[in-house]
């Protein structure tokens, strides 16, 4: 289900202001609408006031959801819009039957933290899977999380 035009519009707002451009990471609007239209993908917004300060954008495949992207505006970042958006992304994929979480990032991305708060840990790497603007060739790293539990961090990792 396409979601209503303004709603793409702060997405691609997030996007652009939250995605480096020299990793090549950030979809372009049709990406986003294409996603969307195929019924399995789900997304979310984080305000702050009248301001979008972030988004998620999932896809639900039988009993796995795997988180798409995820952005924070960088003037907003460190205050727990992320917290808060990867929250109501695992409630979320946790009601709609998902037994297990999946993500993919580039190596060296400092939202890692985050995620591994939440129970995610690698279960793969794909070798020069990102090029960067520069040529320069970066690693993908693949984390799961299973549901088995509540969606709260883990305080021991913290």
């Known amino acids: 289900m396409m979601p209503p035009a303004d709603d793409l519009d702060r997405i691609m707002a997030v996007m652009a202001a939250a995605f480096e451009p020299q990793y090549g990471e950030a979809w372009n609007r049709r990406q986003v609408e294409d996603a969307l239209i195929l019924g399995n993908c789900h997304y979310g917004l984080g305000q702050d006031g009248e301001l979008c ?3 998620y954008l999932s896809r639900f495949a ?3 959801e795997e988180l798409l992207l995820l952005g924070v505006i960088p ?3 460190g205050r727990g819009y992320g917290a808060g958006l990867l929250e109501r992304f695992l409630d979320g994929a ?3 039957g998902a037994r297990r979480v999946l993500l993919e990032m580039r190596e060296g991305n400092p939202a ?3 995620y591994r708060r939440y129970g995610f840990e690698q279960i793969g790497k794909r070798p020069d899977y990102y090029r960067g603007t520069n040529g320069r060739r970066i690693n993908a790293l693949t984390f799961a999380c299973q549901l088995e ?3 709260q961090p883990n305080q021991q990792s913290i």
Do not use: C, K, T
């Open 94 to 96: 946790r009601s709609r």
């Open 75 to 77: 003037q907003l970042r």
């Open 62 to 64: 039988y009993d796995e």
């Open 53 to 55: 300060a972030g988004f």
């Open 112 to 114: 890692e933290r985050l």
């Open 149 to 151: 539990g509540d969606s």
